[in-house]
């Protein structure tokens, strides 16, 4: 599995076939779209909201589009700061995880969270948060599995839905 940013056209914009396997991707995650209420018709998601999404989140400043590919494919999707708007927050966050529905359960969001891991480590940082709507019992469950652990709850700053806040440690090798 690879993770490589985004690609975009001299005129910023996302190519179409990638903005298609894109498209595939957020449809694919109705049941988090209905959770999240990021789209106002969880389904029918469309190119054109897909891009304006990730067009508000590349606007935003330390902001990085990752496609996770396996076998040529897009399987997934991170969006990372590497900054919290918050000052007095020293850690980079991951903003979105999604993985194809058709690989979900079969380790390829705990592969591609590995290698964002990774990335931050080798950027010298020792620690990265996320926040999981209260309402996604599913999300929490994963990020805990995976070593993350609550440390507090807020609204998040997009739509002011109630989250948990979870942190994780990235000192030492990734545990497989």
């Known amino acids: 599995?690879?993770?490589?940013?985004?690609?975009?056209?001299?005129?910023?914009?996302?190519?179409?076939?990638?903005?298609?396997?894109?498209?595939?991707?957020?449809?694919?995650?109705?049941?988090?779209?209905?959770?999240?209420?990021?789209?106002?018709?969880?389904?029918?998601?469309?190119?054109?909201?897909?891009?304006?999404?990730?067009?508000?989140?590349?606007?935003?400043?330390?902001?990085?589009?990752?496609?996770?590919?396996?076998?040529?494919?897009v399987v997934g999707l991170v969006i990372t700061l590497a900054r919290h708007p918050d000052p007095d927050d020293p850690d980079p966050w991951i903003g979105l995880l999604m993985v194809d529905a058709a690989a979900q359960r079969k380790g390829v969001g705990k592969r591609v969270a590995g290698l964002v891991e990774e990335r931050f480590r080798a950027a010298g940082r020792s620690a990265v948060r996320l926040a999981v709507l209260d309402n996604n019992p599913k999300a929490l469950a994963f990020w805990t599995a995976l070593g993350f652990e609550v440390i507090g709850h807020r609204a998040d700053l997009q739509l002011g839905r109630p989250c948990a806040v979870l942190r994780k440690e990235l000192g030492g090798a990734r545990q497989e």
């Open 1 to 73: 599995m690879l993770l490589e940013s985004l690609p975009l056209t001299a005129d910023h914009d996302i190519p179409a076939p990638v903005l298609t396997e894109l498209t595939a991707l957020y449809a694919s995650n109705r049941e988090f779209h209905a959770l999240s209420g990021d789209f106002p018709d969880p389904d029918d998601i469309r190119p054109e909201q897909v891009a304006a999404a990730l067009a508000d989140e590349l606007a935003k400043p330390e902001v990085e589009v990752l496609l996770a590919r396996s076998e040529g494919r």
